[in-house]
């Protein structure tokens, strides 16, 4: 365990830093927390549900675009919506080779009573950020990534290990 010792003006700056990563993650988990108890499923699970109710008859490739993040993660995510019979992969229409999801009625009963998915809180609250702001963040983030050796790291969405099926209860609706 190596401490390094910090200015007065560092040590500050850490623990501001470290109190708001704190409540951002803090956030996060109420908002999936809220959809585990409500619906029975997981904050990444109602993501994907929700942006494809806004993007009916996307692939998963278009899905993984659509929630900005790894196409490998949205997949595994679709699996077990389809598993819970809320969406339905399909052929698609105009290219047979090509398969598409849709919300199932059950899937689309489910979103009526959904609070909002910690990725869709996420992505709107930054998309709200002046451009200079995302920048820095962005940057930011990064750098601390590297910093922590996680660079490498797939993103994947927020909360999916807890679309487990081990730590699902009865999908509600």
Wanted: net charge positive.
């Amino acid at each position: 365990m190596g401490s390094h010792a910090l200015s007065a003006a560092a040590s500050t700056e850490v623990h501001a830093a470290l109190d708001d990563v704190r409540r951002l993650v803090q956030a996060l988990r109420r908002s999936a927390g809220a959809a585990q108890r409500q619906l029975g499923i997981s904050g990444a699970q109602l993501f994907v549900l929700q942006r494809l109710a806004e993007h009916p008859g996307a692939s998963v490739g278009e899905l993984a675009q659509h929630t900005a993040t790894h196409q490998s993660s949205v997949s595994v995510v679709a699996r077990r919506l389809i598993e819970r019979g809320l969406v339905l992969r399909a052929p698609s229409p105009t290219d047979r080779r090509r398969a598409v999801l849709r919300l199932t009625p059950r899937g689309h009963a489910l979103l009526r009573h959904a609070p909002a998915s910690p990725g869709e809180s996420l992505q709107a609250a930054l998309s709200r950020l002046p451009s200079p702001t995302r920048r820095g963040l962005a940057l930011g983030l990064r750098a601390l990534l590297a910093e922590l050796g996680a660079s490498h790291l797939a993103p994947s969405l927020l909360f999916e290990d807890e679309a487990s099926p081990r730590s699902q209860k009865k999908v509600r609706p």
